[in-house]
């Protein structure tokens, strides 16, 4: 059954960039109710969270409201989590003292959903002890708080009280949502990106990947409790929320960085287009064009570690292994050669030739196969959605 969010935006500058919230949690089905102090209409209209979430918002307590006869009970009856974002200080201190004196600070004490936290202000005010003091007690009880981001603010001071990115805000309340703790206790190892191989002191070689898939699939485990190790290669992506980062460059280093974390992890999975081949030698300095009178130039390529293959030889008994074999024919014959030289419990492969497959794509088409021979093709799906069924794969060997 889809869940509801409440949304309650306060006075802030950031109330615009609440917009791009409701409507990523749209997207994922997720209904949205929108509660607007004055103050936050003074920024945006409440028009266009209207139009995003397709429901009534909410700014007035004395509002005539066509889905709740006594709106501020009616909308806390529905909520499964309640978001508090930009949180200002004034409605972090009703909040803190129990004053009810608006629609969002009225719908805060009537709800007994999770609440989350956004705080946005100037950084003099988020640090004063009394916004402080106020926050302690609200994580007292209970409530979640999410650190604000520092930077410049939109009042030209420099320091904390940025509203965090809405990407940090969106996962925070996926993983709020969901109660699935199936990872609970496991820690998982996870490459992405791709590798880069120096041909000189500017130049490499890299691929087209991306990072997508293997940072859904980290997300999608910090979401489900694991402990969450993300080796990335070189990815324009920011690392989700609570994994521990670790960056690679070349395939030698993302082989020593996951053979040293490899004892330690229950699942690894290796998402990372590792380059198979770098340059026998780089130069120290950077290759001229001109030197070169034939205007050509010829590099003696030789083969990387397979990271996974080095892995799977070290593998400890009960530690589930899982890869990707991207194909450009002959999918399940290539993909089966793979799980087993590489010693994996299951591979996911995928036919990248075919529309909504592959590296830059947001969706992809995937067969999961095991080692018992057993297949599961599955759709279309966007990447969030195979990392799930991955996780659930992984969840199934485990138990
Ligand atoms: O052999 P192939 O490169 O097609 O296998 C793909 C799988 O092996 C992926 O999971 C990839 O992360 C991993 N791999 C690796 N080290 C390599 C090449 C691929 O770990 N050098």
């Known amino acids: 059954m889809s869940k509801t969010v409440g949304i309650g935006i306060t006075g802030g500058i950031a109330a615009y960039k609440m917009a791009d919230l409701v409507s990523r949690l749209r997207k994922d089905d997720i209904e949205v109710i929108v509660m607007m102090t004055e103050s936050a209409t003074r920024f945006i209209t409440p028009l266009t969270f209207k139009t995003l979430s397709n429901r009534e918002v909410i700014t007035d307590l004395w509002q005539d409201s066509q889905e709740w006869p006594v709106q501020h009970i009616g909308i806390a009856e529905e909520l499964d989590l309640l978001v508090i974002a930009p949180a200002t200080a004034n409605m972090i201190a009703k909040m803190t003292h129990g004053i009810a004196d608006d629609l969002v600070s009225t719908v805060a004490l009537a709800n007994t959903a999770p ?3 956004a705080p946005a202000m100037n950084s003099n005010m988020y640090q004063n002890l009394v916004v402080q003091d106020n926050l302690k007690k609200l994580s007292l ?87 969450v190790i993300l080796v990335s290669g070189k990815s324009d992506l920011t690392p989700p929320l609570g994994v521990d980062y670790i960056k690679a460059w070349g395939a030698q280093e993302m082989c020593d960085i996951m053979l040293k974390y490899q004892p330690m992890c229950d699942i690894i999975i290796g998402a990372a287009a590792v380059g198979d081949f770098k340059a026998s030698r780089a130069a120290n ?8 009178k034939s205007g050509s130039l010829t590099l003696e390529l030789v083969s990387t570690p397979d990271i996974l293959k080095t892995l799977g030889q070290a593998k400890k008994p009960g530690q589930v292994m899982v890869g990707f074999a991207a194909e450009t024919q002959d999918l399940i014959d290539n993909a089966k050669k793979k799980l087993e030289s590489k010693n994996l419990d299951f591979i996911v492969a995928n036919d990248v030739t075919m529309e909504g497959a592959g590296f830059a794509a947001d969706t992809n088409i995937v067969t999961i196969i095991e080692r018992n021979g057993e297949t599961r093709s599955l759709p279309l799906m966007s990447k969030k959605e195979v990392a799930a069924s991955i996780i659930d794969s992984v969840v199934n060997l485990l138990s």
């Not at 002191?201 to 910090?222: H, Q």
């Not at 300095?285 to 070169?292: A, D, L, V």
């Open 115 to 117: 609440v989350l936290i």
């Open 285 to 292: 300095q950077k290759i001229k064009k001109m030197e070169n």
């Open 141 to 227: 009880y209970g409530y979640e708080i999410l650190d604000p981001a520092s930077g410049v603010l939109a009042c030209g001071s420099i320091g904390p009280g940025r509203l965090p990115e809405i990407d940090i805000i969106y996962q925070k309340i996926i993983r709020m949502l969901n109660p699935k703790q199936d990872l609970k206790g496991k820690r998982l190892m996870v490459n992405a990106g791709t590798t880069c191989e120096d041909i000189d002191p500017v130049r490499f070689i890299a691929n087209r990947s991306t990072g997508k898939m293997g940072y859904m699939i980290a997300e999608e485990a910090v979401c489900r409790g694991a402990q």
